[in-house]
Nanobody
Framework: VQLQASGGGLVQAGGSLRLSCSAS????????MSWFRQAPGKEREFVSA????????SYAESVKGRFTISRDNAKNTVYLQMNSLKPEDTAVYYC???????????????????WGQGTQVTVSS
């Protein structure tokens, strides 16, 4: 499985970005897809996940109400729409995928077998 993240950039506080992650895999609809982020000097943290069965989303409290995750199984792509961006959202954003992961493990980066290369998001104040 290969994941390719894109869509990052520099944006002012209050602005929006949409990240995309395309997956090179035949059974994309079988994978839980997630977004994590890592700021300099900090651990990688969970942002959002979307289930493979019913596309039910999960969000970190810090982004709830501002970010929206979605997936297009026909395009093997997961998206992260980020609105009302804050300087503290600045980080490298990574997409992750796994087929055998339970809901309680979504937020643990060690639960994922596949990772994209990351895309930088910088929010200026």
């Amino acid at each position: 499985v290969q994941l390719q993240a894109s869509g990052g950039g520099l944006v002012q506080a209050g602005g929006s970005l949409r990240l995309s992650c395309s997956a090179s895999v035949q059974s994309f609809r079988s994978y839980v897809m997630s977004w994590f982020r890592q700021a300099p000097g900090k651990e990688r943290e969970f942002v959002s996940a979307i289930k493979h069965t019913d596309s039910r989303p999960s969000y970190a409290e810090s982004v709830k109400g501002r970010f929206t995750i979605s997936r297009d199984n026909a395009k093997n792509t997961v998206y992260l729409q980020m609105n009302s961006l804050k300087p503290e959202d600045t980080a490298v954003y990574y997409c992750a995928a796994d087929r055998q992961i339970i809901v309680s493990s979504y937020r643990n980066p060690n639960s994922y077998d596949y990772w994209g290369q990351g895309t930088q998001v910088t929010v200026s104040s």
